[in-house]
C-alpha cells in the first residue's frame, strides 16, 4: 500500500476566514477558532442527553 503524504494545517488553504471549526459527539463539542479571533483556539463543551432537559412542566415537543 502506497504511503499518502500528510499536509501540515498551515498548508493547507484558508477558505473562509471567519468560520469555526465544530466536532461533534455524542458527550461533548469542540469548537477551534483562527488563533487571531481568541486567546482560546481550542473550546471543549459537555453535552446534555435531550431527556435530562425534560421536566414534568416542560415538554420539547
Known amino acids: 500500500m502506497a ?3 500528510k ?4 498548508e493547507l488553504p484558508i ?3 471567519h468560520a469555526a471549526g465544530i466536532d461533534v459527539s455524542a458527550s461533548e463539542l ?5 488563533a487571531d479571533r481568541d486567546p482560546v483556539v481550542v ?3 459537555s ?3 435531550l431527556n435530562s432537559l ?3 412542566h ?3 415537543w
Not at 499536509?7 to 498551515?10: G, T
Not at 469542540?30 to 483562527?34: E, Q
Open 30 to 34: 469542540f469548537v477551534a477558532v483562527s
Open 58 to 60: 416542560t415538554r420539547l
Open 47 to 49: 453535552v446534555r442527553p
Open 43 to 45: 473550546r471543549k463543551y
Open 3 to 5: 504511503k499518502r503524504s
Open 15 to 17: 477558505l473562509h476566514p
Open 7 to 10: 499536509k501540515r494545517c498551515e
Open 54 to 56: 425534560k421536566t414534568r
